[in-house]
Nanobody, 125 residues
Framework: HVQLVESGGGSVQAGGSLRLSCVPS????????MAWFRQAPGKERQGVAA????????YYIDSMKGRFTISLDHHKNNLYLQMDSLKPEDTAMYYC???????????????????WGQGTQVTVS
């Protein structure tokens, strides 16, 4: 059993920054993929970034590169998403996810992720 709890969302002005946290509990293993997704009202869920907990290889969709950074705190097994230069278009519910499907490069195919948090709201104005 795996549980994921997100925090760190909030309201910021355009150009500001937020750091999202995901605290896992349960059967988290070192070579799992973990990822961040987001979903705005009326839009499809969108992958943001992913990381392999063992290799720390990262994956970003092109539009996120240079603004968002995914990282791990190995001591606490926490997952983070540092978001800089935020835009109103980044407004969404952000979800943390983990996958039992192991692969060398973690992607953001939502179908491969079987553990999900409840989300944390990010609003950029």
């Amino acid at each position: 059993h795996v549980q994921l709890v997100e925090s760190g969302g909030g309201s910021v002005q355009a150009g500001g920054s937020l750091r999202l946290s995901c605290v896992p509990s349960g059967n988290i293993v070192s070579d799992m993929c973990m990822a961040w997704f987001r979903q705005a009202p009326g839009k499809e869920r969108q992958g943001v970034a992913a990381i392999n907990r063992s290799s720390e290889n990262t994956y970003y969709i092109d539009s996120m590169k240079g603004r968002f950074t995914i990282s791990l705190d190995h001591h606490k097994n926490n997952l983070y998403l540092q978001m800089d230069s935020l835009k109103p278009e980044d407004t969404a519910m952000y979800y943390c996810a983990a996958s039992d499907y192991r692969r060398g490069l973690c992607d953001v195919d939502s179908l491969t992720y079987n553990y999900w948090g409840q989300g944390t709201q990010v609003t950029v104005s």
